[in-house]
């Protein structure tokens, strides 16, 4: 049995989606840890933001109050699941099942400047929220003309005018062009970690 939950682009990046599969396990694929609880929060939290983040896992089978992690893709942990009486198997969301969902009508390089690159600018997205109806016949449309007030922008440019530049919307993934923001962003200079000229650096202990 899967339980999917529906993906959401807007939410922070680290609240993944997972798939629970009831009675299956994938024992084709490496242990890549093994925890001593079957708390599902406390081992979804270590996946995403505790101290298994950034480890490849992609899946975490309970049984008998412990818990397997495995290191592997969406796409391996389905291949590999198998029937297996008591278990839980929990497969971490692909984040490109949606990725048609997310897309966005943007003008593309015409959005703010970039961080410490004023030069380089990132997407213009659009939220366009337009309600048309269904069906409109010759006459009914004739008539509405006659009684609506006119148009209250009318243009008075044409795209050959000497100001007027003309753009070209682009359907583009807006979490997948947060990420690349994030990895055209400089690297921070050295002296950001001092407190100005002659500072001292500040080193953090744990008691």
């Known amino acids: 049995m899967i339980r999917p939950v529906a993906y959401n682009p807007f939410k922070e990046e680290e609240e993944a989606d997972w798939d ?7 024992p084709s694929l490496e242990n890549a840890a093994v925890a001593e609880t079957d708390d599902v929060t406390a081992c979804k939290k270590a996946c995403e933001k505790g101290q298994l ?11 008998g109050g412990k818990t397997v992690f495995k290191q592997c893709t969406h796409a ?39 961080l410490k690159s004023p030069f380089e600018h ?8 337009i309600e048309f109806p269904t069906t409109l016949p010759a006459a009914a449309a004739a008539q509405l003309l006659k009684v609506l007030p006119p148009p209250k922008h009318v243009p008075t440019v044409s795209e050959d005018s000497d100001d ?17 923001h994030l990895a ?13 000229p002659g500072g001292q650096r500040v080193q953090c202990a744990q008691q």
């Open 76 to 114: 391996e942990a389905i291949a590999a699941k198998a029937p297996a009486k008591g278990a839980k198997m929990f497969i971490i969301g692909d984040p490109e099942a949606s990725a048609n969902l997310r897309l966005m009508q943007a003008v593309e390089g015409e959005g703010l400047p970039r």
């Open 53 to 63: 983040k950034g480890k490849g896992i992609g899946a975490f089978v309970q049984r």
């Open 184 to 196: 055209a962003q400089p690297e921070p200079d050295d002296d950001d970690d001092e407190d100005g």
């Open 122 to 129: 990132g997407n213009l997205f659009l939220i366009l929220n």
């Open 20 to 26: 629970l599969f009831d009675d299956c396990d994938c």
């Open 164 to 180: 007027v530049e003309v753009v070209t919307l682009k359907a583009i993934d807006p979490v997948k062009s947060y990420k690349e």
